[in-house]
């Protein structure tokens, strides 16, 4: 996580990592599997970081409608927008992740193909859980 300064204000910018809960140091964090390589959002890691900075503004919106005591339903409308600007956020890192780490491992073959699969799996089913 990093701090910048913004219109005086410091601001807390999260990496994607740091949002899914944990830090990927060096690039790898062997006990989700993950090898040294170049992640599948590598390359529209610069469209990700701007639409997740867009979704903050959408969540930090939300704080202000309610420190200003806007109507319920309204709020509860903006909530939603945001639930779903993140769902589609996530199937997009998801689409990635499969043409990307799981095509690639399946290629491979062997027994880290079916790792990954399975890893893929259990996010989808959390997907649909949230």
Known sequence: MTVTETGG?????????????????AGATPEHGHDA???GYAKQKDQHLKRLRRIEGQI???Q????????????LTQVSAGTKALQ???????????????????AKGGPEADDKVAEA???IARLLRS
Do not use: K
């Open 37 to 39: 390589h170049q992640h």
């Open 9 to 25: 204000a410091a601001e807390s910018q999260q990496s994607p990592a740091d949002v899914a809960g944990h830090v990927d140091t």
């Open 88 to 106: 589609s956020f996530a199937l997009q890192l998801l689409e990635e992740h499969l043409r990307h780490c799981v095509a690639d491992a399946a």
């Open 64 to 75: 202000r409608m309610v420190e200003e005591d806007v109507y319920c339903i309204d709020i």
């Open 60 to 62: 930090r919106g939300l």
């Open 121 to 123: 799996t259990a996010a």
